[in-house]
């Protein structure tokens, strides 16, 4: 378990702790119904109140000892801007068992970002928290999700029956749920 500040550098990117000066940057590109409507409580529209509210969140978690959560502003080398997010939920830590989420700004999709970034978050998890086990769930109807799911290399494990209704949509999803077990990371 690490409590304190983590940083996590990669090829393009740098990984930091969600910080007060990132809510205009939350606020517009969380207002996106392409995104809010594959993610599990977030209102649509997401006003600036829904971005305060989340990033004070976000700094009391960074705070707990021992921690339960780290949320990951994704930003872009040398430009401290947050343009996504990686979450890693430790929602059920006795059992070294972890869930991972994240989203990305739309101005940004496609450029292979979420994958460096979750690869970056898959070796912290296994090699620093030394986690046994990290799950992820995608909405079935989720193509972007369901294939870095695959291309990172997680196991799908099955279909979750109508196990998830978005805030902003209220519509009924399955999800398809993937895991990676630490004797299957290679790194
Ligand atoms: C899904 C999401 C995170 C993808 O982020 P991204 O940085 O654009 O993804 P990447 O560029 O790393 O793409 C990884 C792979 O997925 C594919 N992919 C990504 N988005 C896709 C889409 N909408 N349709 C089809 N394929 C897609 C890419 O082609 C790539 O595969 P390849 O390397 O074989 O070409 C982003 O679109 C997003 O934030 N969506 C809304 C919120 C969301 O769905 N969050 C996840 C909830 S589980």
Redesign the pocket.
Same mark, same amino acid.
């Given at each position: 378990m690490i409590n304190s500040t983590v940083i996590i550098k990669t090829k393009r990117l740098i990984l930091r702790e969600v910080k007060k000066s990132d809510l205009n940057d939350l606020f517009n590109d969380m207002n996106n119904i %392409? $995104?809010s409507s594959?993610?599990l409580g977030i209102p649509f529209p997401f006003k600036k109140s829904d971005a305060n509210q989340w990033i004070n969140h976000c700094i009391k978690s960074s705070k707990k000892v021992p921690r339960e959560e780290y949320v990951f502003a994704i930003t872009v080398r040398n430009e401290d801007k947050l343009i @996504?997010e990686v979450i890693l939920n430790e929602n059920d830590f006795d059992n070294k068992s972890v869930e991972l989420?994240?989203?990305?700004s739309?101005s940004?999709? &496609? %450029? @292979? $970002?979420?994958?460096?970034a979750v690869e970056s978050v898959m070796d912290f998890a296994f090699n620093k928290l030394k986690i046994n086990r990290l799950e992820?769930?995608?909405?079935v109807e &989720?193509?972007?999700?369901n294939? $870095?799911a695959k %291309?990172l290399g997680f196991k799908y494990e099955g279909r979750k029956r109508e196990a998830s209704i978005p805030e902003s949509t209220k519509k009924v999803h399955d999800d398809n749920l993937y895991s990676m077990l630490r004797r299957e990371y290679r790194k």
């Open positions: %392409k $995104i594959f993610m @996504g989420a994240f989203w990305l739309e940004q999709w &496609n %450029k @292979g $970002i979420v994958t460096e992820m769930a995608a909405f &989720n193509v972007g999700s294939a $870095i %291309k």
